[in-house]
């Protein structure tokens, strides 16, 4: 998308149709353009390439690869202010989950997911909790952090295909 020109080669014809079948984005047709959609948006505020607007109308069209390629995709902070301004209730917070789904899929995904999902395949948590942190706990007469059944979670990663989908663990 931030690279401005369309192919026409790259037009998936196909690709509103596939989009519409993922629940919450039926109806992305319903969108006309009007804009309300970008103009409450407060992440289009501060990034100018940032347009749910834009993205509504590039999966439309079919463009799969500009979606589904680029990072703007994972921007939205699926805060929902453009659903509550949508006249035509085309719900884009959906319809980007919906992207954001079908580019997990297809093994494209932003490389923040694999950060963010790293720490519990490796701690369990979204970080480590360490003695020190145990040590400042017991300061202000706090209990430890309980652990965590870690081997739970790779195995749900496991059975899910993340760990393969995000070179986790080996993707053993």
């Avoid at 020109?5 to 353009?33: M, N, S, W, Y």
């Avoid at 948590?125 to 790779?154: A, D, H, K, Q």
Wanted: proline residues 6%; aromatic residues 6%.
């Amino acid at each position: 998308m931030s690279g401005g020109v369309a192919i026409v080669e790259r037009v998936d014809p196909t690709f509103k149709h596939e989009v519409r079948k993922i629940p919450g984005a039926d109806k992305l047709t319903l969108c006309f353009q009007c804009g309300m959609c970008s103009s409450g948006c407060p992440v289009a505020r501060r990034m100018e390439a940032f347009k749910p607007r834009a993205i509504m109308h590039l999966a439309v069209l079919g463009l799969k690869s500009a979606l589904l390629d680029d990072s703007l995709i994972w921007l939205c902070a699926s805060c929902y202010t453009c659903q509550e301004n949508c006249p035509q209730g085309v719900r884009p917070t959906e319809v980007i989950e919906a992207l954001r789904n079908l580019a997990v899929r297809e093994g494209r995904y932003h490389p923040s997911l694999r950060a963010k999902i790293e720490p519990i395949f490796e701690f369990g948590r979204m970080y480590e909790i360490t003695e020190f942190e145990n040590e400042i706990r017991e300061s202000y007469g706090l209990p430890p952090v309980p652990g965590v059944e870690v081997e739970e979670l790779r195995a749900i990663l496991r059975a899910t295909g993340v760990d393969k989908l995000l070179g986790l663990g080996g993707g053993s």
